[in-house]
């Protein structure tokens, strides 16, 4: 039974990743991580796909079919399920998850900072703003760590969107702010190993260097996915490109809650 921190880093593109995320690929090199590519669910949008990674179901059948379907999930997600089990869950990440799996629509209010045992995500630090600082996101993170230990957490900094956005996935702004990720987690590791977390990283969808996502070209759809465990070898760059919907039950596996029956692609073998 792993805990699991899962940091989903809004519109990191694969090759991005690979090209400046130099902690991430030390630890590759040196075969401390397995390093996948992820072949990211259509529509290539943050909504559809946050829902996607978490509950492991194609957007035809989540419903979550476009940014502005806004209503609570209504399949089993990793947050429910681990819930369910008895396990504490926990989120520093844009409002769009408290809408998905707490309450729709959100309050900027009440919403914000949550602490509800009743909750799916029942320690929840939410902000509202797509310019929300990095750092501020990781820190809200790290402080959950520390303050609840929580089974499973997500981290999920969107700066990489937004700056990919405005000046594009080629651009120095958003290739800096993959490297400044990568930094953090380079700092924040060294801790959650000790405390005996498996980490993995990824993205919901890439970025172009159009400024755009949403289609369907490589560049919007492929992200990387690192998986670390504590204290243990990895297995480098295997080279393999695994399904955005194992995601999902490779957490549940990972976490040692019931895999639900509607999480029908196989856990991915870390
Ligand atoms: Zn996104």
Redesign the pocket.
Known sequence: MAKVILVLS??LRDDRAAEHMSFLEHLVETRRATRYKVRGELPT???P??EAVHTGVAAMEHGITSNHVVRLSRMPSIFSVAHAAGRVTAASAYCWFSELYNRAPFDMVDDREVDDPALPIQHGRFYNTDDYPDFEVFTAGAALVRKFAPDYLLIHP?AT?YLGERHGGDSYEYRHQVTIQDNMLASAWPEWEARGYTLLVT???GIGPDRL?GGTRPDMREVPLYVIAPHAAGRGNTGITVSQLQIAPTVCALLGVPVPLTMQQPPIAA
């Open positions: 809004d519109a949008m943050s909504r796909c946050y969107m969107d993205g919901d969808h996502h």
